[in-house]
């Protein structure tokens, strides 16, 4: 099936993704893949997922071995999620995402942009009962507008985190 295009293709650093390198700073999203109609590109420890359309559990389930990969990589992982495109999933992958989030203690961050009001209360609503129920998540995942808001925060708390090793 023919991954419908979403008029912006960009890796993580902002550089076009069909770029090799960007001058200024070198490789760009070096590993990139569609995983169903989302796109997925690495870039060292950060991880841009673009979903279009709802995600599916299997897709869900495959983008977090890649998220998982780059755990194991690199000792930490800043997850920026592009949420322009997409809808709420099904209830069992939804599950699926809060027993992974709730298993994860080196997300450095979880950053979303550009979702809906309803894919932010969902979340909301997630993220108290979780609380409730003395399951709190390990981190709790911030909300901007734009990919450029997104970026500017991993920047931030990349100066503000200690080193991994």
Same mark, same amino acid.
């Given at each position: 099936m023919a991954v419908p295009p979403t008029g912006d293709d960009r890796g993580p650093r902002g550089a076009s993704v069909d770029r090799r390198c960007d001058r200024r700073r070198g490789p760009v999203a070096r590993d990139r893949k569609i995983i169903g109609t989302h796109r997925v590109h690495v870039d060292g420890d950060v991880v841009l997922t673009r979903y279009i359309g709802v995600p599916e559990h299997e897709h869900v389930i495959e983008i977090h071995r890649r998220l998982d990969r780059v755990l194991a990589e690199h000792g930490r992982l800043f997850v920026i999620n592009d949420m322009r495109h997409t809808g709420i999933p099904s209830t069992e992958t939804r599950r699926w995402i809060a027993e992974? #989030? $709730? $298993?994860?203690?080196?997300? #450095? #961050? +979880? =950053?979303?942009?550009?979702?809906? +009001?309803? =894919? $932010?209360? #969902?979340?909301g609503l997630l993220m108290r009962a979780s609380s409730l129920l003395g399951r709190p998540f390990p981190v709790v995942p911030i909300n901007c507008t734009t990919e450029a808001e997104a970026l500017a925060i991993v920047d931030d708390l990349r100066r503000k985190l200690p080193a991994v090793k």
């Open positions: 992974w #989030a $709730r $298993r994860q203690h080196t997300v #450095a #961050a +979880l =950053i979303n942009f550009g979702a809906s +009001l309803p =894919i $932010r209360m #969902a979340q």
